[in-house]
Antibody, heavy 127, light 107 residues
Framework: EVQLVQSGAEVKKPGESLKISCQAS????????IGWVRQMPGKGLEWMGI????????RYSPSFEGRVTISADKSITTAFLQWSSLKASDTAMYYC????????????????????WGQGTTVTVSS | DIQLTQSPSFLSASVGDRVTITCRAS??????FAWYQQKQGKAPKLLIY???MLQSGVPSRFTGSGSGTEFTLTISGLQPDDSATYYC??????????FGQGTTVEI
């Protein structure tokens, strides 16, 4: 069974760093893009970025570039989302996602929807 | 960036009704377009990909159509289990891959 299992809920203070994880199983991790989606409390979905574990090619939404870092470790089939300095506005549910299938050029990536979702990781940032 | 405008934001319908949700793009986009269903407290679920392809396991009462700047999700024969929020998303050209703002369906 293909699945993404995320790390548990986190409670942090502003200014702290954080790294959450998403362990993949049931498929060849290196061969699929994997990404992250944010959902702030009571709000809609926001795509943050993706990474191709095979070569660590990563693409970010301008809204999140410079604020977060997406990485992947092929040896443990795990993707990560990290912050160096959290803000209260980072309080949200974060989902890792795997697209069905994609094609990529140097400039663009084209995918057919996110068919696999992790269970979500709640991050609360409060002083 | 390509903006997606979903309408309506909310709709109330009855069991058996046929409902349509529309997503308009700020510029023409390819068929790398998806629809998701999210129930309260759960992760979203992919319903439609490539604008009109039904994801495996999704009931056939869900259909997607459209191209260019207008895409639609139609639910025919609405069921109580269809109460949820529905999102559109484009996944083409240079990221970012934006989502629509969502449509809440109340039955």
């Amino acid at each position: 069974e293909v699945q993404l299992v995320q790390s548990g809920a986190e409670v942090k203070k502003p200014g702290e760093s954080l790294k959450i994880s998403c362990q993949a199983s049931g498929y060849t991790f290196s061969n699929y893009w994997i990404g992250w989606v944010r959902q702030m409390p009571g709000k809609g979905l926001e795509w943050m970025g993706i990474i191709y574990p095979g070569d660590s090619d990563s693409r970010y939404s301008p809204s999140f570039e410079g604020r977060v870092t997406i990485s992947a470790d092929k040896s443990i089939t795990t993707a990560f989302l990290q912050w160096s300095s959290l803000k209260a506005s980072d309080t949200a549910m974060y989902y890792c996602v795997r697209p069905r299938d994609c094609s990529a050029t140097r400039l663009s990536v084209y995918c057919n929807g996110f068919d696999i979702w992790g269970q979500g990781t709640t991050v609360t940032v409060s002083s | 960036d390509i903006q997606l405008t979903q309408s309506p934001s909310f709709l109330s319908a009855s069991v058996g009704d046929r409902v349509t949700i529309t997503c308009r793009a700020s510029q023409g986009i390819s068929i790398y377009f998806a629809w998701y269903q999210q129930k309260q407290g759960k992760a979203p679920k992919l319903l439609i990909y490539a604008a009109s392809m039904l994801q495996s396991g999704v009931p056939s009462r869900f259909t997607g159509s459209g191209s260019g700047t207008e895409f639609t999700l139609t639910i025919s024969g609405l069921q109580p289990d269809d109460s949820a929020t529905y999102y559109c998303q484009h996944l083409s050209n240079y990221p970012p891959w934006t989502f629509g703002q969502g449509t809440t369906v109340e039955i």
